[in-house]
């Protein structure tokens, strides 16, 4: 069961989210109760991949100072609230870092946020620790694992640069989740239907 928490106050710092009808949005269910929600974003113009390998090794442990939105001068923000201001509400390394205490393959991340908090509040709430399975330039995978089963759930972002006339124009970014354990045999689907809702 996933831990109660507080949501941050209200956060206004002067854009809007991207529309969702830009971003592809399919969820996949199999039979034995697992599923895999998948989102593409065709074009993110102007990043790179090595912008966002920067980010996800930065992203826990940084703070931005906004002193041109109102009511935020001087003011440290986390970066993970910036990401998405409604729904996140913190995200902390542990364990195995790299140089200057980056996220790396083996550390841990515990992340707290509430899905569409806007809509449905903490009907949907996220509150768990995963560990990183990998951090490099084309992607980032992160998780839990059951004993002997393995993986109850996958995280696994992808990253490409969209060359155009030999210049970066943007990145392709894929994400996927996966919740639920494979196989198809009368303890996988049990623990899905645990695991899931289902």
């Given at each position: 069961?996933?831990?109660?928490?507080?949501?941050?106050?209200?956060?206004?710092?002067?854009?809007?989210?991207?529309?969702?009808?830009?971003?592809?949005?399919?969820?996949?269910?199999?039979?034995?109760?697992?599923?895999?929600?998948?989102?593409?974003?065709?074009?993110?113009?102007?990043?790179?991949?090595?912008?966002?390998?920067?980010?996800?090794?930065?992203?826990?442990?940084?703070?931005?100072?906004?002193?041109?939105?109102?009511?935020?001068?001087?003011?440290?923000?986390?970066?993970?609230?910036?990401?998405?201001?409604?729904?996140?509400?913190?995200?902390?390394?542990?364990?195995?870092?790299?140089?200057?205490?980056?996220?790396?393959?083996?550390?841990?991340?515990?992340?707290?946020?509430?899905?569409?908090?806007?809509?449905?509040?903490?009907?949907?709430?996220?509150?768990?620790?995963?560990?990183?399975?990998?951090?490099?330039?084309?992607?980032?995978?992160?998780?839990?694992?059951?004993?002997?089963?393995?993986?109850?759930?996958?995280?696994?972002?992808?990253?490409?640069?969209?060359?155009?006339?030999?210049?970066?124009?943007?990145?392709?970014y894929h994400y996927e989740v996966v919740i639920g354990v494979d196989g198809d045999n009368p303890i996988a689907r049990a623990l899905n239907r645990k695991i899931t809702g289902n």
């Amino acid at each position: 069961m996933t831990a109660p928490f507080e949501m941050p106050p209200a956060r206004d710092f002067g854009w809007t989210l991207k529309a969702t009808p830009s971003t592809g949005f399919e969820i996949v269910k199999r039979a034995n109760g697992q599923f895999c929600v998948v989102l593409n974003h065709s074009l993110l113009r102007g990043v790179t991949s090595e912008m966002l390998h920067w980010w996800f090794q930065s992203f826990a442990n940084l703070t931005v100072t906004l002193d041109d939105t109102p009511g935020y001068e001087g003011v440290a923000v986390p970066a993970y609230l910036l990401w998405h201001p409604s729904d996140h509400c913190s995200a902390t390394l542990s364990g195995d870092l790299g140089p200057g205490d980056a996220a790396r393959a083996g550390a841990k991340i515990h992340i707290r946020e509430a899905m569409q908090f806007a809509t449905y509040g903490l009907k949907y709430p996220v509150n768990t620790a995963l560990q990183i399975f990998y951090c490099a330039r084309d992607g980032w995978a992160m998780g839990k694992s059951v004993p002997i089963l393995g993986k109850a759930m996958c995280l696994r972002i992808s990253f490409k640069d969209v060359v155009k006339d030999g210049r970066t124009v943007g990145v392709h970014y894929h994400y996927e989740v996966v919740i639920g354990v494979d196989g198809d045999n009368p303890i996988a689907r049990a623990l899905n239907r645990k695991i899931t809702g289902n």
